[in-house]
């Protein structure tokens, strides 16, 4: 577990050696599970897990439903590493290390990721239990300055100004949308732009207004430092999201959202989940 409080290229090759020692299989597949979807870890066959706090520079989750490990094996006969928890702004961490694990999945050879996370609705069609394939986000913290790739770039990864227009891989995304439509979930197989906030606390009514009016279809915790960590390094990326509440854009409402239901639409929809995720990796080719 790290302690000190900078990037440093040589704590992802510790990391990423560490765990090179540990695995007989090189995935070229990343899955990172969101809020209450860390099921889709426990359909890997033939499973190695290794905790967060056994990896040294690694730093360790806080949140209720993140479990904190990384599992290795199989799905749809495919070799994958599942990060079951992930590290969120609003934790406290430094933008970099957010991104950290992304890197060391870089080195360990991850070519293609797949992101998952919990989101709010904002788009009014939306329902609550609705997958979001994620098309394109906008990341206020990003805007803002944090971001994993401030500071001096490390030039092993990418390039100082990474385009980002591509960041969701049209292809994948494509074939994400096919795996929907043959397990028949078309109709709950909503496509949309995630809106990424920093949270901890949810947002204010005027606050969904304005995202919604700036072309936001769902909005959430996470994603967009993964997302810019891993186009950075040239991996190819597929996101969706898991609408667990619609966002409450009235006043005068009786109606509020919690953490605790954020995870009950999860538990609800997380085997829809991983079958999404078992039929996309039955679906992609790898070169
Ligand atoms: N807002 C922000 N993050 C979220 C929400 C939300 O409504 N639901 C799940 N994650």
């Excluded at 906008?138 to 980002?164: C, E, H, Q, V």
């Amino acid at each position: 577990m790290s302690t000190s409080n900078s990037y440093d290229t040589d704590k992802v090759v510790q990391s990423a050696n560490f765990l090179k020692s540990r695995m007989n299989i090189k995935p070229k597949l990343g899955i990172i599970c969101g809020s209450g979807l860390s099921g889709i870890g426990e359909i890997v066959c033939n499973k190695t897990i290794i905790a967060y706090k056994e990896i040294p520079s690694f730093v360790e989750s806080t949140v209720p439903g993140h479990k904190g490990q990384l599992v290795f094996g199989q799905i749809s006969e495919k070799d994958v590493i599942c990060m079951q928890g992930r590290f969120h702004p609003y934790e406290g961490y430094e933008a970099w290390v957010v991104g950290f694990p992304i890197r060391v999945m870089k080195l360990l050879g991850i070519e293609i990721l797949i992101i998952t996370n919990a989101a709010g609705g904002i788009n009014d069609s939306f329902n609550v239990g609705d997958f979001m394939l994620i098309k394109d986000h906008i990341s206020f913290p990003g805007l803002g300055g944090y971001t994993p790739l401030k500071g001096p770039n490390d030039a092993m990864f990418g390039p100082r100004f990474p385009p980002m227009n591509e960041a969701y891989d049209s292809r994948l995304s494509n074939l994400w949308l096919q795996a929907a439509k043959d397990l028949k979930f078309d109709s709950f197989m909503r496509r949309g732009v995630y809106c990424n906030v920093s949270g901890p606390s949810y947002e204010t009514i005027a606050e969904l207004r304005m995202l919604s009016k700036l072309g936001g279809d769902a909005v959430g915790m996470s994603t967009a430092q993964e997302v810019v960590t891993a186009c950075h390094a040239g991996m190819r990326i597929v996101a969706c999201s898991l609408i667990t509440n619609k966002c409450i854009m009235e006043y005068d409402t009786k109606e509020t959202v919690s953490h605790d239901e954020v995870l009950e639409v999860g538990k609800k929809r997380a085997k829809d989940m991983e079958e999404l995720v078992v039929k996309f990796l039955e679906l992609v080719q790898l070169d």
